[in-house]
């Protein structure tokens, strides 16, 4: 009976201390590091908090089996830091070209259609994983990726350390 009544104890300091941390985990960020490009014409826009957690929470849990803290695990040599991003071919260092992205990934230098290959939204019977996520989702994803090197200075880069 004892070793029950301590099982369900602890059991109890889990799930609590579970729900703090998940209500804690909401992205509390300031308007400068809420606010990113919108497209190549300059104009900028800038997230709620909502926005930037369901981006983030969307992206951790489709995006880093291949781009663990932007970095790209496929190619090295090409990862989502910004810099990369700048010379793409169209640029994706804008909200708005990475949605495109997102509903039609091309290769780097933009010649090849990979809708076969990197999971979008218009191929729900090849990615499964993507088929749910919404209009909103997929900008909260893209603005979530412009945001995410002001919050982790390892962003982007190399998968090598």
Not at 25 to 39: F, G, Q, R, V
Not at 46 to 68: I, P, Y
Not at 94 to 121: F, I, M, Q, R
Request: glycine share 6%; proline share 4%; charged share 25%.
């Amino acid at each position: 009976m004892v070793k029950r009544f301590v099982w369900v104890a602890i059991a109890t300091v889990f799930f609590i201390f579970q729900l703090h941390v998940n209500s804690a985990s909401a992205l509390e960020l300031d308007k400068d590091t809420l606010t990113i490009p919108l497209n190549e014409g300059g104009d900028t826009t800038t997230l709620t908090s909502k926005q930037a957690t369901n981006g983030q929470r969307l992206f951790n849990l489709e995006c880093t089996q291949c781009h663990l803290q932007g970095k790209t695990k496929t190619n090295n040599n090409v990862s989502l830091g910004l810099e990369d991003l700048s010379k793409a071919d169209p640029r994706r260092d804008n909200v708005l070209a990475l949605v495109d992205y997102l509903k039609n990934p091309t290769s780097y230098d933009g010649e090849d259609d990979y809708t076969e290959l990197h999971p979008n939204v218009s191929r729900p019977d090849l990615f499964p994983e993507l088929k749910n996520f919404t209009e909103d989702d997929v900008f909260d994803v893209a603005g979530y990726m412009l945001i995410a090197p002001k919050l982790d200075t390892r962003w982007g880069g190399t998968i090598y350390f």
